[in-house]
């Protein structure tokens, strides 16, 4: 057993007994809500539940055909849960447990609710934490939070929670899929849109044991999504389908993921030319835009061309989505023609010609959910890549997202490999400006400012592999992938004319030999190209630094883009409380003068002084105040005579609570604790004159708040 003042973790064998062992546990015998595990150590298999019932419910899993097998059950509890916190930590479980795949999960929750409760994130996060690390210490988990947050795993599972843009598509392609009536479905949407999710998404949907599936994460939608759902399974009740994926290496990423979801095999996750092999009920198509046609393909013709014939289709006409749209009853293709960025790509025109037909649905994703930048980014790139900008349009500056233009190579280089210290996955990507001679040789492809670089040495999951963040990847290793912090180079293929306002391309300079090749019109290789940075530039979800080697192109961008320099100036100079306030959204928020950090002082309730604060501080629905405090009876945790105080009202407190407690007339900042059922406020202080204060009951004293934050002398 595991216990601390937070929670208890306690382990039961999951057997016949354990009813009766149980009994005792004073959260289930008082109807608590409880999370639990449910493991076998053996297969490597778990489940995760939560329930106010306990006896019931593990009676239930004991009597499961699937879960009888397990071997042990860990009953997590705290006298702090309420329902919302343990559907909360339910739900984190199965999200980090799936990720960190030390354990294959057996649960059949998909789009797990991500609601909002009081004391979410400044109690119940920090108590998630927690009990992560204590699972780690007893096996049940292996990585740490922020490893998996950078996972593959984690990235693509099933059991992440879905928008409402998601759910209603989910709704529609459903609908969708029933309907007699539709041939194929169109998943329109930008990078970062989610449409990779909503795939794996939908296959954990249809390879589900209706009984197993639980859909409590669609609130108040539950009841008509489970009947959708349920026409579903009858329409197909054992479907074969297949998830298809141009790019080999983010295929193999793929295999991965579905080998690790319950219900899934790789085996589902296959090239364009395998649909050959099968009819299908359902084809899904991730990355539909890189399907392709027959040109410049290379080594590839061949078996190209084996199955233009096995499907007889005219051997220069026939592409891969001719072959999809074929060889399955039903057709989801996720598509984004911005993201088509070779001649091999099968023509925007075929799509349109798709989306024409009557049998033909077409959905459009528009929320962005990689970048932090949101759709404004998105927007702003696009002007920028298109030379749209007005003279009154201001410089970016996006607030939650580090979007910076470099003068220094070297310097990019150096913040993006810190920011991978601190973050991981953070990596430089560049144009395909250069040859790419240093296959398998220990010699650079490209040297700028000096700097001497090398392209990615291996082709497939190179953002994850053990040397990337001493490389260079490109458009063909990162597009579907993540990064934190992408350090973006615009090579010497791309410049800017600066009488025409638009960007220009030297073809000369631009080595993806498959990329160019048969194109006729540098117009049609421009747009590619523009694509390629577009795609490069949605990449990194907390912010992206660029470098451009064409000097024209760089006077350009310093036009729209912060420089590196004026960011590092900002910073150095936020140390004046003006300019503090600029940069945080501000509260005014009441200060009363004083309180005792020693002795008791009166409370004076006149208001001394509004103070600015700022409003992350604080959460919706809480009032707030603060006080200067007197005396060094809490000096030890960093409360000292003169400090500014921001105080939270609250009148529920716990153990080693900092709280503001009214005696009398008098106020006082102590440490909370009950003992023996006496409330004593306990000093915390370098000074031993201070004795603790006793009452009998919460009669002689009244707890009005907790202390959040000292602030410092900039009222930060």
């Not at 979410?120 to 780690?136: A, Q």
């Not at 990689?370 to 900008?389: A, E, M, P, S, W």
């Not at 025409?500 to 090749?517: A, M, P, R, S, T």
Request: glycine share 6%.
């Amino acid at each position: 057993m595991i216990e601390s003042n937070l929670f208890e973790i306690k382990k039961y064998d999951f057997n016949q007994n354990l009813l009766d062992e149980i009994c005792d546990n004073h959260f289930v015998d008082g109807l608590w809500p409880l999370v639990y595990i449910l493991s076998d150590g053996s297969v490597k298999e778990a489940y995760v539940g939560e329930t106010t019932d306990a006896l019931s419910r593990m009676a239930n899993h004991l009597k499961s055909n699937s879960k009888n097998k397990l071997t042990a059950v860990r009953l997590i509890a705290s006298d702090k849960f309420n329902k919302s916190a343990t559907l909360d930590i339910e739900s984190n479980l199965i999200k980090y447990i799936s990720g960190d795949g030390q354990y294959r999960l057996l649960n059949g929750n998909i789009g797990l609710a991500n609601h909002t409760y009081y004391q979410k994130n400044e109690v119940y996060w920090d108590m998630f934490k927690t009990i992560w690390e204590e699972l780690k210490s007893e096996g049940i988990t292996k990585n740490s939070l922020d490893q998996i947050n950078n996972s593959d795993l984690f990235k693509y599972s099933p059991y992440k929670s879905l928008s409402i843009e998601q759910r209603n598509s989910l709704i529609d392609i459903i609908k969708s899929l029933i309907n007699k009536n539709t041939n194929s479905i169109i998943v329109e949407g930008g990078a970062g849109t989610g449409k990779t999710i909503l795939a794996i998404f939908l296959f954990k949907l249809l390879n589900s044991e209706i009984e197993d599936l639980n859909l409590k994460g669609f609130g108040e939608d539950e009841k008509e999504f489970v009947k959708l759902v349920s026409e579903l399974k009858s329409v197909y009740p054992n479907p074969s389908m297949a998830l298809v994926v141009p790019m080999a290496g983010f295929r193999d990423t793929l295999k991965k993921i579905f080998k690790n979801v319950k219900g899934l095999s790789a085996k589902m996750v296959i090239g364009p030319a395998e649909v050959v092999k099968n009819k299908f009920d359902i084809l899904v198509v991730d990355e539909s835009h890189r399907l392709r046609k027959r040109v410049n393909l290379g080594t590839y013709f061949g078996a190209f061309d084996t199955v233009n014939r096995k499907l007889n289709l005219e051997k220069d006409v026939g592409n891969e989505l001719d072959w999809v749209i074929m060889q399955s009853t039903k057709s989801i293709l996720f598509y984004d023609e911005n993201q088509s960025i070779k001649p091999s790509d099968v023509n925007k025109e075929n799509f349109d010609a798709l989306k024409s037909k009557k049998n033909t649905v077409i959905k459009v994703l528009k929320s962005q959910f990689r970048v932090k930048g949101g759709n404004d980014y998105v927007t702003y790139i696009d002007k920028l890549l298109k030379c749209k900008f007005r003279k009154s349009d201001n410089v970016a500056d996006f607030k939650d997202y580090e979007f910076m233009l470099f003068d220094s190579l070297e310097e990019m280089r150096e913040r993006i490999k810190s920011k991978d210290k601190e973050f991981g996955l953070s990596r430089l990507v560049a144009g395909y400006s250069w040859e790419w001679i240093s296959k398998n040789k220990d010699i650079h492809d490209m040297e700028i400012d000096n700097i001497k670089l090398k392209w990615n040495s291996v082709s497939n999951d190179w953002v994850n592999s053990q040397n990337s963040i001493n490389e260079v990847g490109c458009i063909h290793t990162t597009q579907g992938y993540d990064l934190n912090y992408a350090g973006v180079i615009f090579g010497k293929e791309i410049s800017y004319d600066k009488e025409k306002n638009e960007i220009v391309i030297l073809e000369e300079n631009y080595f993806d030999k498959n990329g160019k090749q048969s194109i006729k019109n540098v117009n049609e290789l421009k747009e590619y190209i523009v694509n390629i940075y577009k795609t490069i530039l949605l990449r990194g979800i907390k912010g992206t630094y660029i470098y451009a080697c064409d000097l024209n192109l760089r006077e350009y961008l310093k036009k729209h883009i912060s420089l590196n320099e004026t960011r590092k100036e900002n910073e150095e100079k936020l140390h004046t409380v003006s300019e503090y306030l600029n940069k945080y959204e501000m509260v005014n928020v009441p200060m009363y003068e004083s309180v005792g950090c020693g002795e008791l002082l009166f409370a004076d309730s006149t208001v001394q002084d509004m103070i600015p604060v700022r409003k992350d501080y604080m959460h919706a629905g809480s009032k707030y105040f603060v006080l200067k405090t007197t005396g060094d009876s809490m000096n030890k945790v960093g409360i000292n005579s003169g400090d500014l105080v921001l105080c939270k009202k609250e009148y529920q407190v716990h153990k080693g609570d900092k709280v503001v407690a009214i005696v009398g007339d008098d106020a006082t900042i102590k440490e909370y604790h009950k003992e023996n059922g006496r409330i004593i406020l306990k000093p915390c202080s370098t000074n031993s004159i201070h004795k603790p204060l006793e009452f009998e009951n919460d009669n002689e004293m009244k707890v009005i708040a907790v202390v959040v934050k000292v602030l410092d002398k900039d009222n930060k």
